[in-house]
């Protein structure tokens, strides 16, 4: 019994690692880029009225609500949104969508750890190319003859933002292939590339409501390209899958678009205290990447990253510590609420 004579012919996967949800209660929680303000308080009301008799139907695909609000955020039209479940999933079936040439796909040394797990996955090949000494993507990298591009603009986990000018050029230096850019982060003080897409066909921005929206738990990602795109991604989407989102999700996430209000409010919170976090931080020699996220990036030549983390773990603060090459010196830092920041500041003082 169980000798595993199948074990030759079933996938060997090496998965992507997500960062600890921990049940601890009490915790400081700045591990995972969430957003430390509840989400839109219209979201609350329309989940209080939600009518249950809506969930015996199949989610409709048209997107309505919920296109009508992106669109009109954007200004694109509607075959030019694919909406679906969390930017991960969107990122995924870009991978298999548009990314199907002998040529190696380009991405940075350091980026989003998922993309070369969705290129093994998906059999394609991929080409690594290092950031700069202050992890920077330097554009004429991506001049070459390639079977693809992904860029995460803001980067992750470095938070360094390349300018829309740089982005323009690497997408005008590739027009016989695909540009992916995730921007997952962009609402943090970036500008969006999404007003290129009905210049460049061959450019799919990327977005989430995980980070800026507050709904990371509702999973609703979208990608947003020419139509011509849009419609493979769906084609790939209907290979696999044709019910990827909820419609508690989509009437959820349909009014929190519509809140602009609050969440220019929530994302300028966040901004506000990522600046006074990096300026605390400098006080105590740490040095910090300029952030243009809801996240910091930061070393001290005398403190070992590693330690640190494992004392503001037992300090209940949890951030993320990457045991990779080139960035084990650092400290991934979400950043929290004003009082999270001065308890994680105050423990950072006793540490050192
Ligand atoms: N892209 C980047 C760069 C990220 O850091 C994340 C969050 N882990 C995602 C995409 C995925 O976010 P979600 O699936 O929650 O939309």
């Given at each position: 019994?169980?000798?595993?004579?199948?074990?030759?012919?079933?996938?060997?996967?090496?998965?992507?690692?997500?960062?600890?949800?921990?049940?601890?209660?009490?915790?400081?929680?700045?591990?995972?880029?969430?957003?430390?303000?509840?989400?839109?308080?219209?979201?609350?009301?329309?989940?209080?009225?939600?009518?249950?008799?809506?969930?015996?139907?199949?989610?409709?695909?048209?997107?309505?609500?919920?296109?009508?609000?992106?669109?009109?955020?954007?200004?694109?039209?509607?075959?030019?949104?694919?909406?679906?479940?969390?930017?991960?999933?969107?990122?995924?079936?870009?991978?298999?969508?548009?990314?199907?040439?002998?040529?190696?796909?380009?991405?940075?040394?350091i980026?989003?750890?998922?993309?070369?797990?969705?290129?093994?996955?998906?059999?394609?090949?991929?080409?690594?190319?290092?950031?700069?000494?202050?992890f920077?993507?330097?554009?004429?990298?991506?001049?070459?003859?390639?079977?693809?591009?992904?860029?995460?603009?803001?980067?992750?986990p470095t938070s360094?933002?390349?300018?829309?000018?740089?982005?323009?050029?690497?997408?005008?230096?590739?027009?016989?292939?695909?540009?992916?850019?995730?921007?997952?982060?962009?609402?943090?003080?970036?500008?969006?590339?999404?007003?290129?897409?009905?210049?460049?066909?061959?450019?799919?921005?990327?977005?989430?409501?995980?980070?800026?929206?507050?709904?990371?738990?509702?999973?609703?990602?979208?990608?947003?390209?020419?139509?011509?795109?849009?419609?493979?991604?769906?084609?790939?989407?209907?290979?696999?899958?044709?019910?990827?989102?909820?419609?508690?999700?989509?009437?959820?996430?349909?009014?929190?678009?519509?809140?602009?209000?609050?969440?220019?409010?929530?994302?300028?919170?966040?901004?506000?205290?990522?600046?006074?976090?990096?300026?605390?931080?400098?006080?105590?020699?740490f040095k910090t990447l300029?952030?243009?996220?809801?996240?910091i990036f930061t070393k001290n030549?005398?403190i070992?990253a590693k330690?640190l983390f494992?004392?503001?773990?037992?300090?209940?603060?949890?951030v993320r510590y990457f045991d990779k090459?080139r960035i084990n010196e650092y400290l991934r830092i979400?950043?929290?609420?004003?009082?999270?920041?001065?308890?994680?500041?105050?423990?950072?003082?006793?540490?050192?």
């Amino acid at each position: 019994m169980n000798n595993r004579k199948w074990a030759d012919k079933i996938r060997k996967i090496e998965p992507y690692v997500p960062g600890e949800q921990p049940q601890m209660k009490d915790i400081i929680k700045l591990n995972t880029n969430e957003n430390p303000y509840p989400p839109s308080p219209r979201v609350k009301k329309v989940m209080k009225e939600f009518s249950t008799d809506k969930l015996r139907l199949y989610p409709s695909f048209k997107f309505e609500e919920l296109k009508n609000v992106l669109c009109a955020a954007y200004g694109i039209n509607k075959d030019e949104l694919y909406i679906g479940n969390g930017s991960d999933e969107v990122l995924a079936l870009c991978f298999a969508a548009f990314f199907n040439s002998d040529k190696p796909i380009l991405m940075a040394d350091i980026t989003y750890s998922f993309y070369d797990v969705w290129s093994e996955f998906f059999n394609v090949k991929y080409e690594k190319i290092p950031l700069n000494d202050k992890f920077e993507i330097n554009r004429v990298d991506y001049y070459k003859e390639n079977g693809g591009v992904i860029i995460a603009n803001p980067n992750a986990p470095t938070s360094i933002y390349m300018g829309l000018d740089d982005i323009e050029d690497i997408v005008k230096h590739n027009e016989s292939s695909i540009v992916i850019v995730d921007e997952a982060y962009i609402d943090f003080g970036g500008e969006s590339a999404v007003g290129l897409i009905k210049k460049y066909d061959n450019l799919v921005v990327v977005q989430t409501f995980s980070k800026s929206r507050s709904l990371a738990g509702i999973r609703i990602g979208y990608a947003m390209a020419d139509k011509a795109l849009i419609d493979v991604l769906e084609a790939v989407k209907n290979s696999f899958n044709s019910y990827t989102v909820s419609v508690f999700s989509q009437t959820a996430a349909a009014e929190c678009a519509a809140d602009i209000e609050y969440f220019d409010e929530c994302r300028k919170k966040i901004m506000k205290t990522r600046e006074w976090t990096i300026g605390e931080l400098d006080k105590l020699g740490f040095k910090t990447l300029p952030s243009m996220t809801n996240f910091i990036f930061t070393k001290n030549n005398n403190i070992e990253a590693k330690k640190l983390f494992e004392y503001l773990r037992s300090k209940k603060i949890i951030v993320r510590y990457f045991d990779k090459k080139r960035i084990n010196e650092y400290l991934r830092i979400t950043i929290g609420t004003d009082e999270e920041m001065e308890k994680l500041i105050e423990a950072i003082k006793e540490y050192s």
